[in-house]
């Protein structure tokens, strides 16, 4: 019995990685670009991530603003991608990256294909 537990713990166990890169790697790469004076859902998710990885305290209040902007120029900087402050594709990757995927801002950030 026990041999067969452990066999269905290995299961269980390779069928949740599969999920979870599969998840990450179709996020979603129709997802609008993000930059000042953008609103929403997928502005609170670059805000939170921020948050999360930096501490620095950006309110996350979905309101894509001027405190926003530099705070995803300084993400943008330290990982060696263009700083613009403006969240497209190769950002929203880089962000999600940075916290191993998000269920839920998978669908909101924009990520390359």
């Not at 290995?10 to 000042?36: D, F, K, M």
């Not at 805000?47 to 405190?67: C, F, K, P, T």
């Given at each position: 019995?026990?041999?067969?537990?452990m066999s269905?713990?290995a299961?269980?166990?390779a069928a949740?990685?599969t999920?979870t890169?599969t998840?990450q790697?179709?996020a979603?790469?129709?997802?609008?670009?993000l930059?000042?004076?953008?609103?929403?859902?997928?502005v609170?998710c670059v805000?939170?991530?921020?948050?999360?990885?930096?501490?620095?305290g950006?309110a996350?209040?979905s309101q894509?603003?001027?405190r926003t902007a530099?705070?995803?120029?300084?993400?943008?900087?330290?990982?060696?991608?263009?700083?613009?402050g403006i969240?497209?594709?190769?950002?929203?990757?880089?962000l999600?990256?940075a916290?191993?995927g998000d269920d839920?801002c998978?669908d909101?950030?924009?990520t390359?294909?």
């Amino acid at each position: 019995m026990k041999r067969f537990m452990m066999s269905i713990l290995a299961v269980i166990g390779a069928a949740a990685l599969t999920l979870t890169a599969t998840t990450q790697a179709e996020a979603n790469p129709h997802a609008p670009t993000l930059s000042i004076g953008s609103t929403g859902s997928g502005v609170w998710c670059v805000q939170r991530i921020l948050n999360r990885v930096y501490h620095i305290g950006l309110a996350e209040d979905s309101q894509y603003g001027q405190r926003t902007a530099d705070a995803v120029e300084v993400f943008q900087a330290r990982k060696k991608i263009s700083t613009d402050g403006i969240v497209g594709p190769i950002t929203g990757s880089y962000l999600l990256d940075a916290v191993h995927g998000d269920d839920y801002c998978d669908d909101y950030l924009p990520t390359v294909n």
